[in-house]
């Protein structure tokens, strides 16, 4: 298996982890730098980055940020530790099987 490969498969299942992960507290927003403690054994920095971009972008979670609670409607527009992410409606539809999406792993 080529690494690309591996990659590739990686971003599919890290997706699902950082998603599962900010669900622990659905009601409420959890910050990045919480994520990356509580996944660090199995998702690096840099692809929980990449994961909380692909969420964001794909309309599964919104961010903010931590001090203001300021929306944050693109990654590009903040420092990722200044943010925390809460689970919008598709993103609660995902995790109940009601919507599918081929960069989540389910």
Avoid: W
């Avoid at 995902?94 to 989540?104: A, E, R, V």
Wanted: proline share 2%; net charge negative; charged share 30%.
């Amino acid at each position: 298996m080529d690494m690309e490969r591996v990659r590739r498969e990686k971003f599919l299942d890290n997706n699902a982890r950082v998603l599962r992960a900010i669900n622990t507290l659905r009601t409420q927003y959890v910050k990045i730098r919480d994520l990356e403690y509580g996944l660090e054994v199995e998702v690096s920095p840099a692809e929980i980055a990449d994961s909380v971009n692909y969420l964001n972008e794909g309309g599964y979670i919104k961010l903010r940020g931590v001090e203001f609670h300021n929306e944050v409607a693109d990654l590009a527009d903040a420092e990722l530790h200044t943010l925390e992410a809460k689970l919008t409606a598709k993103g609660i539809a995902f995790l109940n099987g009601k919507i599918s999406d081929p960069c989540i792993r389910r």
